[in-house]
């Protein structure tokens, strides 16, 4: 299973998924309308290293987070 | 040393501090200390930078989510930046409600010379800006509203909403 994390103010509980690769888990996120706009601005991390292309594959037990606009300070 | 009881410290190995308190900092007593842990170090220059929260917009307060493990690598290779010319960097940062007046940031550069600090405050604060995950709420109304339009995407943002 695939633990999937939202971050700071997006308001989602997190996932559990079965899935193999981050395609698969763009697909089932852009059916949540609530998330569209998240998804178009938020940052995307695998075991809390920020990757840049849906070109990843996954393995049982990794963590995905979402992370959205940041504003430290 | 006087520090606050909340005091919450992440060592992210030798000589590389990243602190987190929950609410706003106690700047004299961090100053206090990142002098003293580096007064005999022989760096020529110490240049910090403290961010307060200023009075408008009609708030009450800032408030600050934190997500710590990706903090702390980003911390870690801005560290390992800095180690390359000889300096240092300290960081602190306030999870949680900081009050109008309070800190919610404090920075700071040690280097032999002063042009490395100057330069290297002024980079490392900027890209903290534009990518440590942190998400800042304002607190108005007995709300806590996220400060959207004041939020950077972080690089590579976006992937997940691509047409498949």
């Known amino acids: ?73 | 040393m006087v520090i606050k009881s909340h005091f919450y410290h992440l060592f992210v190995g030798v000589d590389m501090a990243l602190e987190l308190y929950n609410g706003g900092l106690d700047v004299p007593a961090i100053l206090k200390k990142w002098y003293e842990e580096e007064a005999k170090s022989n760096y020529g220059a110490f240049i910090p930078f403290v961010g307060t929260i200023r009075d408008e917009d009609g708030i009450t307060g800032l408030s600050f989510d934190i997500y710590e493990p990706i903090l702390e690598s980003w911390f870690e290779a801005w560290q390992e930046k800095a180690k390359a010319k000889g300096a240092i960097i300290k960081m602190a940062h306030a999870r949680g409600d900081v009050m109008l007046h309070e800190s919610s940031y404090i920075s700071a550069v040690f280097s032999p010379k002063r042009r490395v600090a100057l330069e290297f405050i002024d980079e490392f604060v900027e890209d903290f800006k534009a990518s440590a995950p942190i998400w800042k709420y304002d607190l108005k109304g007995g709300e806590r509203i996220y400060a959207a339009d004041r939020s950077t995407a972080i690089k590579g943002s976006g992937i997940l909403g691509e047409k498949l």
């Open chain 1, 1 to 73: 299973m695939i633990r999937v994390e939202f971050l700071g103010p997006i308001q989602k509980e997190p996932l559990e998924l079965d899935i193999t690769n981050l395609n698969q888990l763009a697909e089932i996120l852009q059916e949540d309308k609530e998330l569209s706009e998240w998804l178009q601005n938020s940052a995307v991390a695998i075991n809390d290293t920020l990757v840049a292309s849906l070109d990843v594959e996954l393995k049982d037990g990794d963590k995905i987070s979402l992370l959205p606009p940041v504003c430290g300070g």
